[in-house]
T-cell receptor, first 115, second 116 residues
Framework: NAGVTQTPKFQVLKTGQSMTLQCAQD?????MSWYRQDPGMGLRLIHY???????DQGEVPNGYNVSRSTTEDFPLRLLSAAPSQTSVYFC??????????????FGNGTRLTVT | AQKVTQAQTEISVVEKEDVTLDCVYE???????LFWYKQPPSGELVFLIR??????QNEISGRYSWNFQKSTSSFNFTITASQVVDSAVYFC?????????????FGSGTRLQVQP
């Protein structure tokens, strides 16, 4: 049981490049989400999904796209990277039954640097 | 909007000392969940505890204990007899019991350094 797997662990992009951060979970969780962590600011929600085919925006969605074609995968796409997107990105998943009862399980993070 | 404040940016203690990490939250909702997560130097986020707003019982798990006081909107975390392995950044977070967004509002974290 791998839990939540994020790839890559590290990535350096140039301004304007695009890339996809991968997230996969093997716990059959309906709910998946992406957070970014910036120094001194805790984590902030980017996008989330409550099931395959359903996505919605979080607190800081601009510059990011997501899709949820399967229960297991929830990729995060940066269409045109900007230095302000330099951050550590965390994917998280949970069961939705009993909303709020199930704690989020986080991946190990992807450290992204945009130059 | 919700807000979580962890006023202690960094705490340094010597091994075996007790240490309390403070967490104060703001929300207008009457039903919510509070969490503590640990982020060790390796970077992952480790779930420690969840408490719902109707349960003000304090909880103890080994060397860890949590004091939830609705009257002061606080959810403090105490480590008894700290160890070097407790060195990490600790985050307090709040989640509303909503329709599915399940957004966690995080505090800015407290970095705990336990010296040998």
């Amino acid at each position: 049981n791998a839990g939540v797997t994020q790839t890559p662990k590290f990535q350096v992009l140039k301004t304007g490049q695009s890339m996809t951060l991968q997230c996969a979970q093997d716990m059959n969780h309906e709910y998946m989400s992406w957070y970014r962590q910036d120094p001194g600011m805790g984590l902030r929600l980017i996008h989330y999904s409550v099931g395959a085919g359903i996505t919605d925006q979080g607190e800081v969605p601009n510059g990011y796209n997501v899709s949820r074609s399967t229960t297991e995968d929830f990729p995060l796409r940066l269409l045109s990277a900007a230095p302000s997107q330099t951050s550590v990105y965390f994917c998280a998943s949970a069961f939705t039954q009993g909303k709020g009862n199930s704690p989020l399980h986080f991946g190990n993070g992807t450290r992204l640097t945009v130059t | 909007a919700q807000k979580v404040t962890q006023a202690q940016t960094e705490i340094s203690v010597v091994e075996k000392e007790d240490v309390t990490l403070d967490c104060v939250y703001e929300t207008r909702d009457t039903t919510y969940y509070l969490f503590w997560y640990k982020q060790p130097p390796s970077g992952e986020l480790v779930f420690l505890i969840r408490r719902n707003s109707f349960d003000e019982q304090n909880e103890i798990s080994g060397r860890y204990s949590w004091n939830f006081q609705k009257s002061t909107s606080s959810f403090n975390f105490t480590i008894t007899a700290s160890q070097v392995v407790d060195s990490a950044v600790y985050f307090c977070a709040l989640s509303l019991v909503d329709t599915g967004r399940r957004a966690l509002t995080f505090g800015s974290g407290t970095r705990l350094q336990v010296q040998p």
